[in-house]
């Protein structure tokens, strides 16, 4: 059975003082759905050409993180309204 690969980056949210600081971090070249080497498939090792000083740089894999982020937002969301709600 082939490995699952990923199709979001790794990411990273804050805020700080109102100012929002966002990073996508690379998942590793094995185990992306977007990553683009000289030879495909990369063998063990090839870094990806969007990999940047260990950071993301393809846009499709960025907002798929930013969808999960904002589901996982969502989420924890209701969590607390439904927890009020029991209260």
Known sequence: MAK?????ANITAQIYDGAVDISYDCTASGRCAYTLCEVMP???GDECA???YGSCRARA???ESLKSLRNA???EL???EEEEENA
Do not use: D, G, H, V
């Not at 699952?4 to 979001?8: D, Q, V």
């Open 42 to 44: 990369p063998p063990e």
């Open 4 to 8: 699952s690969r990923n199709k979001s």
């Open 78 to 80: 209701k969590r607390l």
């Open 61 to 63: 894999p960025q907002e």
């Open 73 to 75: 937002i969502t989420a």
């Open 50 to 52: 969007f990999k940047q």
